[in-house]
């Protein structure tokens, strides 16, 4: 068995890491991971292991995946194995609350949002404790999955009542002050390692579901934004930018080794911070007309951490 490990769940996002690990010679083991059982006896293979789940697992019957995993990557690292974007990571990964909290830590600005677990009656009451307008989200969420945009109470109180309200998989809604954009696209940031790769904007103007992978649309009827042209790249933001520097201090203390975070600039002209996606996907598109490759910068990572665990001649293919 080679020493890295690539623990997922969508065979979709797959081939351009893969990609980025052969062109540097480097052998791995894939895990499969949709459930599991776990000997908590056992010691785990020796190695790096990746960590690719989503928080989206769910849209494709995998969120026994998820729950695996957040008991797996302990057992890893109470092992002491070294894993790209471990439990802390996959913590945020899977929880906007989280989120929000650790970009409050920071000092980063981040929209006005309500948790509410329970009924669709507290859910209503929640809602008119709210400016207008404002949006809904899932707190394990992913691809802007569950995101809708309310304007007037009656149409949310219609939208709960419906057969289209669907909860999220671990039973909190949250509803999120509305950040009108100034231009009509949001930012997401993308840093491996500490560096900072580069910024895409995502057009805004056909919803919410904003996933950058081009891989989405190969069978993933949950992404239909997929390589239809709404990402291009920022070239406001650089390594420069003052949210930037904030977004490397926060993965560093958070334990997070790969990233894509978001934000909007508001019509108030503040700039507002609300996702931050672990299992980043890069737009091969983008990526190719630009001469950018984040996952070579994963991979990158991942051969740096191997050449601090074991000699070059037990690492190659």
Same mark, same amino acid.
């Given at each position: %068995?080679?020493?890295?490990?690539?623990?997922?769940?969508?065979?979709?996002?797959?081939?351009?890491?893969?990609?980025?690990?052969?062109?540097?010679?480097?052998?791995?083991?894939?895990?499969?991971?949709?459930?599991?059982?776990?000997?908590?006896?056992?010691?785990?293979?020796?190695?790096?292991?990746?960590?690719?789940?989503?928080?989206?697992?769910?849209?494709?019957?995998?969120?026994?995946?998820?729950?695996?995993?957040?008991?797996?990557?302990?057992?890893?690292?109470?092992?002491?194995?070294?894993?790209?974007?471990?439990?802390?990571?996959?913590?945020?990964?899977?929880?906007?609350?989280?989120?929000?909290?650790?970009?409050?830590?920071?000092?980063?600005?981040?929209?006005?949002?309500?948790?509410?677990?329970?009924?669709?009656?507290?859910?209503?009451?929640?809602?008119?404790?709210?400016?207008?307008?404002?949006?809904?989200?899932?707190?394990?969420?992913?691809?802007?999955?569950?995101?809708?945009?309310?304007?007037?109470?009656?149409?949310?109180?219609?939208?709960?009542?419906?057969?289209?309200?669907?909860?999220?998989?671990?039973?909190?809604?949250?509803?999120?002050?509305?950040?009108?954009?100034?231009?009509?696209?949001?930012?997401?940031?993308?840093?491996?390692?500490? $560096?900072?790769?580069?910024?895409?904007?995502?057009?805004?103007?056909?919803?919410? $579901?904003?996933?950058?992978?081009?891989?989405?649309?190969?069978?993933?009827?949950?992404?239909?934004?997929?390589?239809?042209?709404?990402?291009?790249?920022?070239?406001?933001?650089?390594?420069?930018?003052?949210?930037?520097?904030?977004?490397?201090?926060? %993965?560093?203390?958070?334990?997070?080794?790969?990233?894509?975070?978001?934000?909007?600039?508001?019509?108030?002209?503040?700039?507002?911070?609300?996702?931050?996606?672990?299992?980043?996907?890069?737009?091969?598109?983008?990526?190719?007309?630009?001469?950018?490759?984040? %996952?070579?910068?994963?991979?990158? %990572?991942?051969?740096?951490?191997?050449?601090?665990?074991?000699?070059?001649?037990?690492?190659?293919?």
């Amino acid at each position: %068995m080679s020493l890295i490990h690539v623990l997922f769940e969508n065979e979709a996002w797959m081939p351009p890491l893969r990609k980025a690990l052969a062109s540097r010679g480097l052998a791995w083991t894939e895990h499969f991971t949709e459930g599991g059982t776990l000997d908590l006896g056992e010691e785990p293979p020796s190695g790096i292991y990746i960590n690719r789940m989503s928080p989206s697992s769910h849209t494709r019957g995998h969120q026994g995946g998820v729950t695996y995993l957040q008991s797996y990557l302990h057992h890893l690292e109470a092992h002491g194995r070294r894993v790209i974007n471990g439990s802390n990571a996959f913590a945020l990964e899977v929880s906007k609350v989280r989120q929000d909290l650790a970009l409050r830590r920071h000092g980063i600005l981040t929209p006005r949002t309500l948790a509410i677990v329970g009924d669709k009656a507290r859910l209503k009451r929640a809602a008119r404790t709210l400016d207008l307008p404002f949006i809904t989200k899932h707190n394990q969420g992913g691809k802007g999955l569950g995101v809708k945009l309310f304007e007037d109470l009656e149409s949310f109180d219609d939208y709960v009542d419906s057969d289209e309200f669907l909860d999220g998989p671990d039973g909190i809604t949250l509803l999120q002050q509305y950040i009108r954009p100034v231009q009509p696209h949001i930012t997401r940031v993308e840093i491996v390692d500490g $560096e900072f790769q580069y910024a895409i904007k995502s057009s805004t103007e056909g919803g919410f $579901e904003l996933c950058p992978a081009k891989e989405c649309d190969a069978g993933d009827a949950f992404c239909p934004v997929a390589g239809t042209g709404k990402f291009n790249l920022d070239e406001s933001v650089s390594a420069d930018h003052p949210l930037v520097a904030k977004y490397i201090a926060l %993965m560093d203390a958070e334990g997070l080794d790969v990233a894509g975070i978001e934000f909007v600039e508001g019509e108030d002209g503040l700039l507002y911070t609300y996702d931050i996606n672990g299992t980043t996907n890069f737009n091969d598109d983008l990526e190719a007309v630009h001469g950018l490759a984040g %996952m070579e910068a994963i991979a990158s %990572m991942v051969e740096r951490e191997l050449t601090a665990l074991i000699p070059r001649q037990q690492r190659v293919a």
